[in-house]
């Protein structure tokens, strides 16, 4: 039998595993609208689409070599810069599945809006200063957030299955 926190685990390897596809197609529709780019125009094309999120040279850099492995991207050394673009595959498979992949991108746009208008990104900072000054959090307060976190996941289940 799987317990509670294997089951979140295996969850959270599949939800990475999906924002990554997304991700890379996200980077492919990012060089079909710029033709050619190098990394830094790159993240910027995505912020300024995606609102606040920027991906990190950790995340781009090795999802465009992935790209280039798959024959998707090439790329070359411009003075000191590498640029990359769509080889024709890469463009076909943009073309073929353009409007998914704006649909994804409207998806991603809302949810990262509704994620800010709720403070969740503030909540995470703080959990991230407790962690990081080693405060731990009285038990009672843990409590207390499991309950009002119970009370938002029933309201949003709730949103789930009202019929449209």
Request: proline share 2%.
């Amino acid at each position: 039998m799987m317990d509670a926190n294997n089951g979140y685990k295996m969850n959270l390897e599949l939800n990475v595993k999906g924002m990554r596809g997304i991700f890379r197609d996200i980077v492919l529709y990012t060089l079909y609208n710029l033709g050619e780019a190098h990394g830094y125009a790159i993240r910027g094309f995505i912020n300024k689409n995606l609102s606040i999120y920027t991906p990190s040279s950790g995340i781009l850099y090795p999802t465009l070599r992935e790209l280039e492995k798959e024959g998707l991207v090439e790329s070359k050394w411009i003075g000191r810069k590498r640029v990359y673009k769509l080889t024709e595959k890469g463009r076909l498979y943009v073309e073929n599945r353009k409007s998914e992949i704006e649909k994804t991108i409207d998806k991603v746009k809302k949810a990262i809006n509704t994620l800010t208008t709720i403070g969740f990104f503030e909540l995470m900072n703080i959990v991230k200063t407790l962690w990081e000054k080693d405060v731990e959090i009285p038990h009672h307060v843990v409590e207390e957030l499991k309950k009002k976190i119970s009370e938002i996941k029933s309201m949003l289940v709730r949103e789930i299955k009202s019929p449209k």
